[in-house]
């Protein structure tokens, strides 16, 4: 079921009416369901099950408030990290340094350093210089470090080009027939403990045929790591499962998934591991705005609302697609361009759509913006840093402030020399 949804003819989260939140709040404004989120992390969890004992990953890049990583934690997820920002989160988060994987192409000195610190549990090398450096770091602290090999599996996973992530001219993994002799000259380094290979090839996907494609590379990849003496107990098979942002879409479930992944890996005898993000978060959140004017236009009229691109960057950064409901429907429908208030045509959610009619003042809201939303915000245009609502039943609390122009004007200052 849906936590956003009509009372009595005005969309609620939850218990809470969204005009309260805005009352109190203001708008914009992100909100999420924690039943949402929970019921997301027990579906994922459920459908992996058909793979055995699984290490689950919540890939905090999507959705990172402090709130959201706590109920994921409680909820029984690790995290997946891809910078010192996010490690210091997941910690913040009462996650386990041991149940973190640490992902991302640019780790610094700095952070592998830090991350064995604390005792992370996995580094997840995105090349093998990585790995010497790591194992160097390693070596003069007295530790060893448990790591896998991203491979790239040269995949097209069938989405968006921003957000493909496994073809082999992308930035990520190494080449995977380059793997076994890489993965050799690391296993030997004192100070790295090579547990295995990590693989995630791209978001928002619709279609688990790609998945599988890589997940079997990935089963000879093993078998050949395994001829050379290497043992293998640990495979990460990254995020990536996509979610519906157009009403009546219809996307592979996590049971689905698992029951694929179950057949395909069935003779790895490794510990599985997932990393799932927009999966868990997109549709637990929406971005609740106020229309500030309905213009007249050309073709069709743009509704101006005080949501931007700065706060919800995915359509201008991807071309993508929000649902757009009216907080108060009158069942009127009109068609609209939708805009926000930034100085850019980017800056624009929507053209020619068929909405519910809205007018000066009305709330309404961006659906499935849980994922890849509040995150992506900046203040673009000298505006605010939208804040974020989390609501339980009927009560809810904000769980991140708007950080306000002034806020962040204080934070700059003029050089002596032009203060003359
Ligand atoms: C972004 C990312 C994920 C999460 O992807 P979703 O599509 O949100 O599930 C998982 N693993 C890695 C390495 C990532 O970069």
Redesign the pocket.
């Known amino acids: 079921m849906d936590h956003f949804s009509l009372i009595d003819g005005a969309m609620h989260c939850e218990g809470v009416p969204l005009s309260v939140i805005a009352e109190q709040v203001g708008t914009p404004v992100y909100i999420y369901s924690t039943a949402m989120f929970e019921r997301h992390a027990r579906a994922f969890r459920d459908g992996m099950a058909a793979a055995g004992n699984v290490h689950l990953a919540y890939?905090i890049?999507?959705n990172p408030n402090l709130a959201v990583l706590r109920l994921l934690a409680k909820a029984g997820y690790g995290a997946?990290v891809?910078s010192g920002g996010e490690l210091a989160r997941a910690l913040a988060a009462g996650i386990p340094a041991a149940d973190v994987v640490f992902?991302?192409v640019g780790k610094t000195e700095g952070e592998l350093s830090t991350a064995l610190d604390v005792g992370l549990g996995q580094f997840?090398l995105e090349l093998e210089e990585e790995g010497v450096v790591l194992a160097g770091l390693a070596a003069a602290k007295g530790m060893i470090a448990d790591a896998v090999l991203?491979v790239n599996p040269d995949v097209d996973a069938g989405t968006h080009a921003k957000?493909s992530?496994g073809k082999a001219e992308n930035k990520?993994g190494v080449p995977i027939d380059q793997a076994p002799a890489i993965f050799a000259r690391l296993a030997a380094l004192p100070g790295l403990a090579m547990r295995g290979v990590?693989i995630?090839i791209?978001?928002?996907?619709n279609d688990l045929a790609p998945l599988e494609a890589a997940y079997t590379r990935v089963g000879e990849l093993i078998a050949e790591i395994r001829g050379m003496g290497l043992p293998v107990d640990r495979v990460d098979l990254?995020?990536?499962?996509?979610v519906p942002y157009r009403a009546g879409e219809v996307f592979p479930s996590p049971a689905e998934l698992g029951a694929m992944v179950a057949r395909v890996t069935r003779a790895w005898g490794v510990r599985l591991m997932f990393?799932?993000?927009?999966?868990?978060?997109?549709n637990a959140g929406v971005l609740l705005t106020k229309v500030i004017w309905v213009k007249p236009g050309v073709t069709n009229p743009y509704v101006i609302v005080d949501a931007a691109m700065n706060d919800l960057a995915r359509p201008a950064l991807y071309d993508a697609w929000h649902d757009f409901a009216a907080v108060r429907p009158t069942g009127a429908r009109m068609t609209a361009n939708i805009a926000g208030p930034v100085c850019e045509s980017g800056d624009t959610f929507a053209m020619g759509r068929d909405i519910d009619a809205v007018a000066r003042g009305d709330l309404a809201v961006f659906r499935t913006a849980g994922?890849?939303g509040a995150t992506m915000a900046s203040t673009y245009n000298s505006r605010a840093l939208v804040p974020e609502v989390l609501v339980d039943g009927d009560r809810f609390a904000v769980v991140a402030d708007r950080i306000l122009p002034e806020t962040i004007l204080a934070a700059e200052r003029i050089p002596d020399w032009l203060k003359a």
């Open positions: 890939a890049k999507a997946d891809v992902s991302g997840n991203r957000i992530t990520f990590a995630h791209g978001s928002q996907l990254g995020g990536g499962l996509g990393e799932p993000g927009r999966v868990i978060a997109g994922a890849y």
